[in-house]
């Protein structure tokens, strides 16, 4: 499994935009780029994933570096509801996730 | 579609005794997935099961088993219970997609106590 490396923690502005880094220099040639966040007292979910090209979905975008090495998972606008713990978990097979510690977001009214 | 369930949500054990979660994946679903959550040690992977078979495990002791039925429920238990084994168990399931992309479908988890 890659291993990633990711700040322990970011805090945001509501209503702003939010870059969330992750560092994944082992990462295979097979492996997608899969993003989880964990709300307060809640299971994680799904984010986003993605494997060479920048994706995007309702919920956010993902920008994938050109060597893969690294990757960033960008909330256009940050609210209170998207404050959480975010993983980024490069993986080619669905089970097991291997999480991470993970960037806990604290978004400021 | 409902979300993954699992019953119960909360649980108070004492050590020495066991202890049964249950989950309900997706409908549709045939891979369940078990997870242990601790503050020290993060979200680690227990075990795995698709068609009732265990199909991956994490390094964890024998006290700790699963299984799954005909209709994909699961349930995971946890036997001689120790301090340490006071965690938020997390259940996930997901269906058969293209390689390196399904995804898991976490349920709220049971907080389990032991005391």
């Known amino acids: 499994d890659a291993k990633t490396t990711q700040p322990n923690s970011m805090e945001s502005n509501e209503e702003e935009p939010v870059h969330l880094p992750c560092n994944h220099s082992?990462?295979?040639?097979?492996?997608?780029i899969h993003w989880y966040r964990q709300l307060p007292s809640q299971g994680p979910e799904y984010v986003i994933h993605?494997?060479?090209s920048n994706v995007n979905n309702r919920m956010a975008s993902l920008a994938i570096a050109e060597d893969r090495k690294s990757s960033t998972l960008i909330l256009h606008r940050a609210t209170l509801r998207d404050a959480a713990v975010y993983y980024c978990?490069?993986?080619?097979?669905?089970?097991?996730?291997?999480f991470g510690k993970g960037t806990r977001l604290s978004v400021i009214a | 579609k409902a979300g993954v369930t699992q019953t119960p949500r909360y649980l108070i054990k004492t050590r020495g005794q066991q202890v049964t979660l249950s989950c309900s994946p997706i409908?549709?679903?045939?891979?369940v997935s078990w997870y242990q959550q601790t503050p020290g040690q993060g979200l680690q992977f227990l075990f795995e099961y698709f068609s009732e078979t265990q199909r991956n495990k994490g390094n964890f002791p024998g006290r700790f088993s699963g299984r799954q039925f005909s209709n994909s429920r699961s349930e995971m238990n946890v036997s001689t219970l120790e301090l340490g084994d006071s965690a938020l168990y997390l259940c996930a399931s997901s269906s058969p997609g293209l390689a390196g992309q399904e995804t898991q479908y976490f349920g709220p988890g049971t907080r389990l106590l032991v005391l």
């Open positions: 409908s549709g679903h045939r891979s």
């Open positions: 082992t990462i295979s040639g097979t492996d997608y």
């Open positions: 993605g494997l060479t």
């Open positions: 978990i490069p993986t080619f097979q669905a089970t097991p996730l291997v």
